[in-house]
């Protein structure tokens, strides 16, 4: 995994930790630094433990390369503290492994990953009391997000106080907190492919909330069900599955949202045929709009599918888009409707070659419509989408929110006309449109025969002289 990040582990070695409990707690952080390229253009790691004390284990600067990370994570030693001071590890790790001189980037993006079997415990040095110790740890926790680290909080087992744990871990703990119910749970894929995800492409919210575009209305007496009915098009979903999105369960409402759509149309080898691409570091075409015929056989294909993290290169999905997806070989129809419905919650990772890629689709004459979930680029969503943008164009809160468009999304997808029998429409990279007409084309191709028997006439006439 690529990702320019500087990443902390804070590390839990109170004795309430068994000792063998310690050692599968430092496997599966040496199981989160394989998934990363290490190096100074690409992730670093520092970390530092914590019980009754704390202890500088490695900094920034002792990350050269990932075997060397993994070595220092094996020569962490367990402390078995008779405390808990969380507050003291949060606290050195903001001052001490992000401060000067100890290999952190100022331009990386910065992530701590506190990892405890329980709560704060201040011991009995009688500078806290258990319930001051507490107020310390959310006040070291604040101190560390307000310096811009993104913090992880990592719970084991059940002694873990979430609240204590959802306030270290940025908002929202859906996607900052974990809690595993023991130890070997860690050893699971499932926890450190998440974790790892989201370390590497940690949100970063601006402070407005985001604001939904202006829902459209369907007409009056109009049902998208029967509107749909009769359809003739070719219907191919690309969904994000970049680490942005976080979570398993994220990824499963944008599946949701498909299956939800998909029941509105009318699905058969005649009529609308449906196809998916997924996209993050590379695009994958999951199925071609010929492989399945029901509804219920597209249902099964996209259960199947499994989020795979990695970046958001939305070019390389309009790229399949038009090289494989739109092919006639793999069951596109000349006189069908072309419609791409993206779905997205963050920028392209090139936006440059995704305008580029975005002009080409138009071009072509497939209708684009593009989804923004949660803090995304309108600019962008304009240049994926067709034209009229207040037409082609949805954002909404949330993956959650997805539903509450799924209506007036289908409406119009089944309000489409296949553009070859219309118009073929293209958008420059500015917005404005490139039409013509088939009547102009015919003309203009009568023209051409024209000019070439003229041309004919007086090669003849000029043989003849």
């Known amino acids: 995994m690529k990702c320019y990040v500087d990443i902390a582990f804070v590390v839990d070695s109170s004795s309430s930790i068994p000792e063998k409990d310690f050692k599968i707690m430092k496997k599966f952080m040496e199981e989160l630094v394989k998934r990363f390229e290490v190096g100074p253009k690409d992730a670093l790691f520092a970390a530092v433990s914590f019980s009754d004390g704390v202890k500088e284990e490695f900094k920034f600067s002792d990350s050269a390369d990932q075997a060397t990370v993994i070595d220092n994570l094996e020569k962490i030693r367990y402390k078995a503290g008779l405390a808990t001071k969380t507050y003291a590890g949060i606290r050195y790790m903001n001052e001490n492994l992000f401060g000067p001189d100890n290999g952190a980037r100022n331009d990386a993006v910065h992530v701590g990953i506190i990892m405890t079997d329980g709560t704060t415990n201040p011991g009995s040095d009688g500078t806290f009391t258990a319930k001051t110790a507490k107020a310390e740890t959310q006040k070291e926790a604040k101190a560390a997000k307000d310096n811009g680290i993104f913090l992880f909080a990592v719970g084991i087992g059940s002694k873990v106080d979430d609240a204590e744990l959802s306030g270290i871990a940025n908002a929202p703990s859906s996607t900052y907190m974990f809690k595993v119910k023991n130890f070997e749970e860690l050893k699971t894929e499932k926890v450190k492919k998440e974790l790892a995800n989201s370390a590497c492409h940690p949100v970063k919210a601006p402070n407005p909330t985001p604001i939904p575009g202006p829902a459209p209305e369907i007409p009056q007496a109009e049902d998208p069900k029967e509107v749909c009915q009769g359809k003739k098009a070719d219907v191919i979903f690309l969904l994000d599955e970049s680490s942005s999105i976080h979570t398993t369960e994220n990824f499963k409402l944008e599946l949701s949202f498909v299956k939800a759509v998909i029941d509105y149309l009318d699905v058969s080898n005649d009529l609308t045929r449906v196809g998916l691409i997924t996209f ?186």
């Open 280 to 465: 993050s570091s590379e695009a994958n075409m999951r199925f071609q709009l010929d492989k399945f015929t029901t509804k219920d056989e597209l249902h099964e294909e996209v259960d199947k599918i499994n989020w795979r993290g990695g970046d958001t290169y939305i070019d390389k999905a309009l790229d399949l888009l038009m090289g494989e997806g739109f092919e006639l070989q793999n069951g596109a129809r000349e006189d069908a409707a072309q419609i791409a419905i993206i779905i997205t919650d963050g920028n392209s990772t090139n936006l440059h070659k995704t305008k580029i890629q975005a002009e080409k689709v138009h071009k072509k004459g497939i209708y684009v419509f593009a989804i923004g979930v949660g803090f995304v680029n309108r600019d962008e969503l304009n240049i994926l989408a067709s034209d009229p943008n207040s037409d082609y164009v949805f954002t909404v809160n949330d993956l959650k929110a997805l539903n509450t468009i799924k209506k007036i999304l289908v409406y119009k997808v089944c309000k489409e006309k296949p553009q070859n029998a219309l118009q073929k429409r293209g958008k420059t990279l500015d917005g404005h449109h490139k039409s013509k007409s088939v009547e102009e084309e015919v003309v203009s191709e009568a023209r051409i025969q024209e000019i070439m028997k003229l041309i004919d006439i007086l090669k003849r006439a000029e043989t003849d002289n």
